[in-house]
């Protein structure tokens, strides 16, 4: 296969490497590596990593952006031939920064033998015999690897230097190298719960009403975090730290807005509404250093005002504030209690004429006047 155009294409590949010096525990852990090999120059970059994530191979590829000093068009990786399948968030990372990722040419290891050839190449010959005892010692001796051992070796199909075949007819052709570093987004997909709340990266955001038990698409970068239905935006937060929420008082109902959002001031008012003995029993009930733990208890007293009535209520409320008598559940039992007013007595029952009813003298039997027979 033609190498192609020079400072076009880049092949990307993840192997095993070799294990770090013990800890104070004893333990040795294994690290892997991104192993970057341009098509033309094979001027190799290493970048080694613990775990292959889509997080790591961000990191790695915005490390061969400052080695390379420039950008890639296409970067070909490991995939499925005929449906390749690329993350959210590293496909927005290749749109950031302008190269395309191709992974229809990769069908077995044999196609890209530039890339798969070189782990074993670099476990070898980079760390092999190394006594290394941090993942940032592993990084350093890479990097003096790719530039003074293996970057100035001759190729053997090339039979260049990799590092200056690379100077010479690559890197000037290379894509501008990024100044800024760049926000890696987290995708999820959190389902809104049935307070009107969704869980990403442990902090808690309202959506409306009408997104409950739906599972949507977030993305959350370090500034701000989108929620998506499909392909439309449906809310944006700003991000917070976990532990924290971010509220929006839209999203609720107007009767559950109070109650989410603490209001206890909006509580005291909509009891005054209702009579002034009654605000002064909600505003007693609230006057307490948490006045959030007795919303409930206002609640409960607006219930029984829809219950029974502003006048009834305001009476009894009189009643308790005269006798320091704060107990809503004993309100609720004085109202239940109490006689009711007596009611208007019901108009008189009209029974109604039957619609055959024959006249009585049809049942009259008349007696002889003679004193005969009947």
């Known amino acids: 296969m033609a190498d192609g155009v020079p400072g076009e294409e880049l092949a ?15 333990r040795r852990r294994r690290f892997r590596a991104w192993i970057f090999t341009p098509n033309v120059s094979r001027y190799r970059f290493v970048s080694p990593c613990f775990a292959e994530t889509t997080a790591s191979a961000i990191a790695a590829c915005e490390a061969a952006w400052a080695f390379y000093g420039g950008v890639f068009k296409v970067i070909i990786q490991t995939a499925d031939p005929l449906q390749p399948h690329v993350v959210p968030a590293f496909l927005e990372y290749a749109q950031a920064r302008g190269f395309v990722i191709d992974p229809a040419r990769v069908r077995r290891p044999t196609d890209k033998a530039r890339c798969e050839r070189s782990v074993p190449y670099v476990r070898d010959d980079c760390f092999g015999g190394e006594r290394l005892a941090t993942l940032e010692q592993a990084r350093g001796r890479a990097g003096v690897w790719c530039r003074e051992e293996a970057g100035l070796r001759r190729h053997s199909r090339t039979l260049r230097r990799p590092r200056e075949h690379f100077e010479a007819v690559e890197h000037p052709v290379l894509l501008p190298a990024p100044i800024t570093p760049y926000d890696v987004p987290l995708w999820s997909d959190p389902l809104v719960a049935r307070d009107h709340y969704a869980q990403v990266a442990k902090a808690l955001y309202s959506l409306p009403t009408r997104y409950i038990g739906r599972t949507l698409r977030a993305r959350a970068d370090q500034h701000t975090v989108r929620f998506y239905a499909g392909a439309t935006l449906v809310k944006t937060h700003p991000r917070k730290a976990p ?3 971010s509220t929006d008082p839209t999203d609720f109902p107007a009767e559950k807005t109070a109650y989410a959002l603490r209001d206890v001031a909006f509580l005291e008012r909509e009891a005054t509404r209702h009579g002034a003995a009654i605000g002064a029993l909600a505003h007693v009930l609230l006057a307490v250093p948490l006045p959030w733990t007795r919303m409930r208890r206002v609640y409960a007293l607006l219930g029984l005002v829809k219950r029974y009535g502003a006048p009834r209520v305001e009476e009894v409320c009189q009643l308790a504030l005269a006798a320091d008598l704060f107990d809503v559940t004993r309100l609720k039992r004085m109202l239940a209690l109490a006689v009711p007013p007596p009611a208007a007595p019901p108009p008189p029952r009209v029974i109604p004429l039957a619609r055959y009813l024959r006249p009585a003298s049809d049942y009259t039997l008349t007696r002889p006047r003679d004193g005969g027979a009947r």
Do not use: S, Y
């Open 12 to 26: 990307v590949d993840t192997g095993w490497m070799t294990l770090l010096a013990p800890d104070e525990h004893g």
């Open 243 to 245: 532990g924290e929420r």
